[in-house]
């Protein structure tokens, strides 16, 4: 029983821990609480998250503000059509006694920001996905431990897709979520222009710092869980399989390929942290379908009839249920 108190005690302070985290944030951020908490979501989870939205939506100054409540190290990277994979991993250099020195690159945070990732070609991308995938690089047959806690969160602008070069299905799918930031509303909008058109002094407080974080991480993979639940979200993937007996029909006509298990753990992750922001000690089939969106959204691979009907991802996921 004692370990269950703590356990819960725990959980309670992570609640805690993340509602100072909105209020810090909300001084430069207007509205977008639901990208807050699904980012959260993905730094609590030890996941990596895609933001999906138009230019001029605040999303580097929402990961940035997000990194100085966790007291993180936030590096943004630009991805450009020239950017070479030493550009964000680091380089060998000789110094002046002529003896070879690793100069780190911007992958050495802990927050990376990765700015329009389907600019940068896909040696590129390879190098950023290896690190995310291995928590580490490697130069010149060296092995560097990158920094933890680690996450990235790359950005891709849904409009202008000349000359960019898509992630990948198999890339795509070490993201835990694909996370859609749409224009803020009309009192939302008025608020930040009324912001940023003025002096704002308010400064962003630190809330936790590395240790908590990996405690926290720690916590929420000890969190109980349900068989119950667990089967739902294994099945409710297996339904996105084309080729599986319980599919529906839209799967079938729509989809060339559905999600893999990594799915599945991104659901049940993401579920337990769901359960937590709702002050809930244990995840129910709720908290998977209220994530099933951002988890399966970038895995699942539409073929041509759902483009010549116009059919959505998102329409056939919540066809799932």
Same mark, same amino acid.
């Given at each position: 029983?004692?370990?269950?108190?703590?356990?819960?005690?725990?959980?309670?302070?992570?609640?805690?821990?993340?509602?100072?985290?909105?209020?810090?944030?909300?001084?430069?951020?207007?509205?977008?609480?639901?990208?807050?908490?699904?980012?959260?979501?993905?730094?609590?989870?030890?996941?990596?998250?895609?933001?999906?939205? +138009?230019?001029?939506?605040? #999303? =580097?100054?929402?990961? %940035?503000?997000?990194?100085?409540? /966790?007291?993180? $190290?936030?590096?943004?990277?630009?991805?450009?059509?020239?950017?070479?994979?030493?550009?964000?991993?680091?380089?060998?250099?000789?110094?002046?006694?002529?003896?070879?020195?690793?100069?780190?690159?911007?992958?050495?945070?802990?927050?990376?920001?990765?700015?329009?990732?389907?600019?940068?070609?896909?040696?590129?991308?390879?190098?950023?996905?290896?690190?995310?995938?291995?928590?580490? +690089?490697?130069?010149?047959? #060296? =092995?560097?431990?990158? %920094?933890?806690?680690?996450?990235? /969160?790359?950005? $891709?602008?849904?409009?202008?897709?000349?000359?960019?070069?898509?992630?990948?299905?198999?890339?795509?799918?070490?993201?835990?979520?694909?996370?859609?930031?749409?224009?803020?509303?009309?009192?939302?909008?008025?608020?930040?222009?009324?912001?940023?058109?003025?002096?704002?002094?308010?400064?962003?407080?630190?809330?936790?710092?590395?240790?908590?974080?990996?405690?926290?991480?720690?916590?929420?993979?000890?969190?109980?869980? =349900?068989?119950?639940?667990?089967?739902?979200?294994?099945? /409710?993937?297996?339904?996105?399989?084309?080729?599986?007996?319980?599919?529906?029909?839209?799967?079938?006509?729509?989809?060339?390929?559905?999600?893999?298990?990594?799915?599945?753990?991104?659901?049940?992750?993401?579920?337990?942290?769901?359960?937590?922001?709702?002050?809930?000690?244990?995840?129910?089939?709720?908290?998977?379908?209220?994530?099933?969106?951002?988890?399966?959204?970038?895995?699942?691979?539409?073929?041509?009839?759902?483009?010549?009907?116009?059919?959505?991802?998102?329409?056939?996921?919540?066809?799932?249920?």
């Amino acid at each position: 029983m004692e370990s269950n108190h703590s356990d819960i005690k725990s959980l309670e302070n992570l609640v805690h821990s993340c509602d100072n985290i909105k209020k810090e944030v909300s001084k430069t951020i207007v509205g977008q609480i639901d990208v807050i908490d699904k980012l959260l979501m993905t730094i609590f989870s030890g996941g990596h998250a895609v933001l999906i939205g +138009v230019p001029g939506l605040a #999303k =580097t100054l929402l990961v %940035n503000s997000i990194s100085k409540t /966790l007291g993180l $190290q936030f590096n943004r990277i630009q991805f450009t059509p020239d950017l070479m994979p030493s550009d964000i991993m680091g380089a060998e250099i000789i110094d002046n006694e002529r003896n070879f020195k690793f100069v780190k690159g911007p992958l050495f945070g802990n927050i990376i920001l990765a700015d329009e990732i389907n600019r940068t070609p896909p040696k590129t991308q390879s190098a950023l996905l290896e690190a995310m995938q291995e928590k580490s +690089v490697t130069v010149s047959g #060296k =092995t560097y431990k990158l %920094n933890a806690p680690f996450f990235v /969160l790359a950005t $891709q602008n849904p409009i202008e897709q000349e000359g960019t070069y898509p992630l990948p299905e198999a890339q795509l799918d070490r993201f835990m979520f694909s996370i859609v930031i749409d224009y803020p509303s009309l009192n939302d909008e008025l608020q930040i222009v009324k912001n940023t058109t003025t002096i704002n002094h308010q400064e962003i407080n630190k809330v936790l710092n590395f240790d908590s974080i990996i405690n926290f991480q720690n916590d929420l993979l000890g969190m109980p869980i =349900t068989n119950t639940v667990y089967s739902y979200a294994v099945e /409710l993937v297996r339904k996105t399989r084309p080729n599986s007996q319980n599919s529906p029909g839209d799967i079938k006509k729509f989809i060339d390929f559905g999600a893999g298990p990594r799915a599945s753990q991104y659901l049940i992750l993401g579920a337990k942290m769901h359960a937590v922001l709702k002050g809930k000690y244990s995840p129910d089939i709720e908290d998977v379908r209220a994530v099933s969106e951002d988890v399966l959204r970038h895995r699942l691979v539409k073929n041509y009839k759902a483009e010549a009907e116009g059919i959505t991802i998102e329409k056939i996921i919540q066809n799932l249920f």
